[in-house]
């Protein structure tokens, strides 16, 4: 991991609730792999199984990378700030927030570039990552690449994307603690609230009488993967018709930060959802996240602050009946590593003195005796440290459209 300096980097809605910006930040903050070293980018929301498995979590567990190998495993977060937030320049403000695209440098010896935010970034880089030595591994998503993806890793790369999958989460909709939401919302629902059919919580099935407040959706950046898997669940629920999200009413925010709704004015944040992983919440739950606006040694092993906390809308939504059962939206949130086809078949070893390539050292090694470092225990109880449950499978060149 060794992620350093980045603590002036903070999200807009943070940035805004401290009346400061944040700067650029400095040349070199990341570590710089060297030609020999596994470097990965994409998903906000599996970095952290990958960043504890290559080095280690916050209970004492070493990762990978201790072991004293030669080579690393290098994992690029999809931010460049430890809490998973994306950095805004000078001048920006809730309502038109201006990006700080930081950069990264994937080996050394070579400039900068722009740093791939979220697993469909993840995936477009790695497949723009060629012909000729490869700077990035592996994207972190949780999606399958698209068949039109594989199509240009085959004319770009000169071979298929491959993907295995080594842990499970779930998506759900997060709200403040104290909210008019009911205690859940059904994917059926969640299309008319942002498709704009719905806008205030008192129209929805059987919440006739809640709040006359109007409803504040709040969405992911569409770089995001969680983005996407959010999308193609309304998708799935609006009859396979992909729905249109209505400008007017939904807002796209910092994706898996609970500051998207916890800075926002009280009287917004009651009627805020936005879709958030299970996996982020463990994490904000066990204390890892300490307070980014408290400096190092100055209180600095304070939790993050408590009005950062949401909850989870599990209940029973409003539109259930014994003759229509249905249950609070529940997206499947898959955890996959997509590398080249090329570099599971390589006969190149990795570490000195082995016989495995990078791909069976570290993910998939199929009929070979040394199990990978992923599959392994000690790999599997670091993944469980991120909120996530270890869960490997291998889904070869499969796609989804």
């Known amino acids: 991991m060794k992620k350093l ?6 999200s807009v809605a943070g940035a805004l609730a401290l009346g400061v910006f944040a700067a650029a930040a400095p ?3 990341d570590p710089v792999p060297t030609s020999t070293d596994v470097v990965g980018v ?4 599996v970095q952290y199984a990958v960043d504890f498995t290559a ?3 916050a209970l004492g567990d070493a990762g990978y990378n201790s072991g004293g190998n030669t080579n690393r495993l290098d994992d690029f977060d999809a931010t460049g700030d430890a809490n998973g937030r994306a950095g805004y320049l000078n001048g920006s403000s809730l309502s038109s927030p201006i990006l700080q695209n930081p950069t990264i440098i994937l080996r050394e010896g070579e400039s900068p570039i722009q740093r791939p935010n979220g ?4 995936v477009k880089a790695l497949i723009a990552d060629g012909p000729g030595p490869e700077n990035i591994s592996f994207a972190r998503s949780p999606n399958l690449p698209t068949a039109a993806q594989q199509t240009t890793a085959q004319t770009n790369l000169g071979t298929k994307l491959h993907t295995v999958q080594i842990a499970s989460d779930t998506q759900v909709i997060a709200t403040a603690t104290t909210t008019n939401a009911p205690s859940g919302l059904s994917a059926q629902e969640l299309v008319s609230i942002y498709s704009g059919a719905i806008t205030k919580w008192n129209q929805l099935p059987g ?3 809640g709040s006359s407040d109007t409803i504040i959706p709040l969405i992911p950046p569409t770089t995001a993967g969680v983005y996407t898997t959010f999308v193609n669940a309304l998708k799935a629920a609006n009859g396979g018709t992909a729905v249109s999200l209505d400008g007017d009413v939904v807002r796209t925010v910092e994706q898996n930060d609970p500051s998207a709704i916890s800075t926002l004015p009280a009287a917004q944040k009651v009627d805020a959802i936005v879709p958030f992983p299970t996996s982020r919440l463990s994490l904000y739950n066990s204390d890892y996240f300490l307070n980014p606006a408290t400096p190092y040694g100055v209180g600095g092993s304070a939790p993050a602050p408590v009005d950062a906390s949401i909850k989870l809308l599990t209940g029973t939504p409003g539109d259930s009946t014994q003759a229509h059962p249905t249950t609070s939206l529940s997206i499947p949130l898959p955890y996959y590593i997509i590398f080249r086809e090329s570099d599971l078949q390589s006969q190149v070893p990795w570490q000195p003195g082995s016989t495995l390539n990078w791909v069976r050292a570290l993910f ?3 009929g070979g ?6 599959q392994t225990a000690a790999g599997q109880a670091l993944i469980a440290a991120s909120g996530s449950t270890a869960t490997f499978a291998d889904f070869g060149n499969q796609t989804f459209n």
């Open 5 to 10: 300096g980045k603590a002036i980097t903070v």
């Open 27 to 29: 040349a070199g903050a």
């Open 42 to 45: 994409g998903s906000d929301v």
């Open 55 to 57: 080095d280690g979590d």
């Open 119 to 122: 697993g469909g970034a993840g």
């Open 207 to 209: 919440n006739s009488g």
């Open 364 to 366: 998939y090694n199929p």
């Open 369 to 374: 005796s040394v199990t990978p470092y992923f």
